[in-house]
C-alpha cells in the first residue's frame, strides 16, 4: 500500500555524517520530536486521507520562519 509519512523536522537522533568533526562544536535541531501524520489515497483517486498518528511536540514551536532551513 502506498502512503506518505510526515514528521516534524525535530523528529528524530542527530546524525553525524563527518566523523573528523569535533560533536561539542556542532548544534542539532533534533530533539525526537513525536509528532507524526500519515496520509493515503483514497480509493477511486479522489484525494487523500490523513491520519494523526502523535500530534504533540516534545518543543516550543518556532515564532519566527527566518533562516529556517
Known sequence: ???VL??????GK?????KD???S???S???ECPFRLRGKPVKGGQGWMVELICGSHNH?????????P
Open 1 to 3: 500500500m502506498t502512503f
Open 6 to 11: 510526515l514528521g516534524c523536522e525535530r523528529g
Open 21 to 23: 568533526v569535533n560533536i
Open 60 to 68: 516550543d514551536l518556532t515564532e519566527t520562519m527566518v533562516g529556517h
Open 25 to 27: 562544536r556542532t548544534r
Open 29 to 31: 535541531r533534533k530533539c
Open 14 to 18: 542527530y546524525r553525524r555524517y563527518k
